[in-house]
């Protein structure tokens, strides 16, 4: 190999995997549905915005009770779907880009904002597109999507490339331990039918330490990792701190970065 040849540009990774999008566009007219196939995430839903909204106001000096705590400031939801937490965060105040590399999931989102009097920016597009273009965000919402990418790392870097010094990363995904298998896969997908079977591939779930290793070499520092239960006799979930199954980190960019 010549030095030329070693001096030049570093391949690009591509992060999709076709084969996930290809299963969430098939069922990409049900996102808005609460009794459909996506019952699981509306239910989670409201665990995962009392998190976001709470500590995102906390890192910005903002009032959580206020109607917009988020005015002037830009998120990012990549990996939106449907658009279950873009709204929600639009409401809020926050200029949204909504980010999905299936297009049937963003013409689902952008009708359902439509109907609802919302103006976001809804892109069929990837991480390592935005990222190249030069995009930047206070906030990112990274929320069930890691488990699903091509790969990980590479992910992770885009997604920190996009935060501004001192922007903060939410990040939610499941843990690879049989206790996580038995309920997540085994139970919701074959004996509960709360998800299509194989909606999820356990070998690509994310242990706690994984999760913190890749945030470190992505250049962004940890602050907190909680855990989400639910309980089946309520119906609901809430956080705690067992990491078993499924938790959400909250990670920031240095200032000055």
């Not at 069922?27 to 909204?53: C, M, Q």
């Not at 590399?101 to 359902?112: C, L, R, Y």
């Not at 992505?218 to 990792?225: P, S």
Request: charge should be negative.
């Amino acid at each position: 190999m010549t030095n030329a040849a070693r001096s030049g540009p570093e391949p690009k990774v591509d992060t999709v995997d076709p084969a996930e999008v290809a299963r969430f566009s098939a069922i990409a007219a049900e996102w808005w549905d609460p009794a459909g196939k996506f019952r699981p995430l509306h239910k989670f839903n409201p665990t995962r915005l009392a998190f976001v909204k709470d500590r995102a106001a906390a890192r910005f000096g903002r009032d959580p009770r206020a109607m917009r705590p988020f005015e002037g400031l830009r998120f990012l939801d990549i990996g939106c779907g449907g658009g279950l937490l873009t709204e929600p965060m639009c409401r809020l105040g926050a200029t949204m880009v909504g980010a999905d590399a299936s297009e049937k999931n963003i013409a689902t989102a952008s009708v359902h904002a439509a109907e609802q009097g919302l103006a976001i920016d809804y892109r069929a597009t990837t991480a390592e597109a935005l990222a190249e273009a030069g995009e930047r965000f206070d906030v990112i919402l990274n929320m069930e999507v890691i488990e699903h990418v091509a790969d990980r790392d590479a992910f992770l870097n885009c997604c920190a490339e996009m935060l501004k010094p001192g922007g903060i990363m939410f990040v939610a995904t499941l843990n690879r331990t049989l206790k996580a298998l038995g309920l997540a896969v085994i139970g919701a997908e074959y004996i509960l039918g709360w998800l299509p079977r194989g909606t999820h591939d356990w070998s690509k779930f994310v242990t706690p330490d994984e999760m913190k290793s890749g945030l470190a070499a992505a250049g962004l520092d940890v602050a907190e990792i909680a855990g989400i239960a639910y309980n089946p006799l309520l119906d609901t979930w809430s956080l705690g701190r067992d990491t078993g199954v499924n938790y959400m980190v909250l990670a920031s960019k240095p200032e000055g970065v």
